[in-house]
Nanobody
């Protein structure tokens, strides 16, 4: 069974940085395209960024130039480096592993950007 565990969230001031991690177990990590999504209170879950098995990346427009997604296949981990954080980045961040037949989600990690 594929399991995803996120970590690295917390409280940070505007302009600060955080690095989220998502460790995948139960399957061969390198075969999965990976992504990060987020859900703010009262809003729908939205796409943030994704990375292909070959390392190609894509981002939501609002995070381009501030966030970086990267993966370490040896550690079965995908990361989201978040810089220049804004209050509107406050949300629960979820990791996604996109399988051929199923998508797998982590439990989420809270990111709060506030003074």
């Amino acid at each position: 069974q594929v399991q995803l565990v996120e970590s690295g969230g917390g409280l940070v001031q505007p302009g600060g940085s955080l690095r989220l991690s998502c460790v995948v177990s139960g399957s061969l990590f390198s075969i999965y395209p990976m992504g990060w999504y987020r859900q703010a209170p009262g809003k729908q879950r939205e796409y943030v960024a994704d990375i292909t098995t070959g390392g190609r990346t894509n981002y939501q427009d609002s995070v381009k130039g501030r966030f970086t997604i990267f993966r370490d296949n040896a550690k079965a981990t995908v990361y989201l480096q978040m810089n220049s954080l804004k209050p509107e980045d406050t949300a629960v961040y979820y990791c996604l592993a996109r399988g051929k037949a199923n998508d797998y989600w982590g439990q989420g990690t809270q990111v709060t950007v506030s003074t």
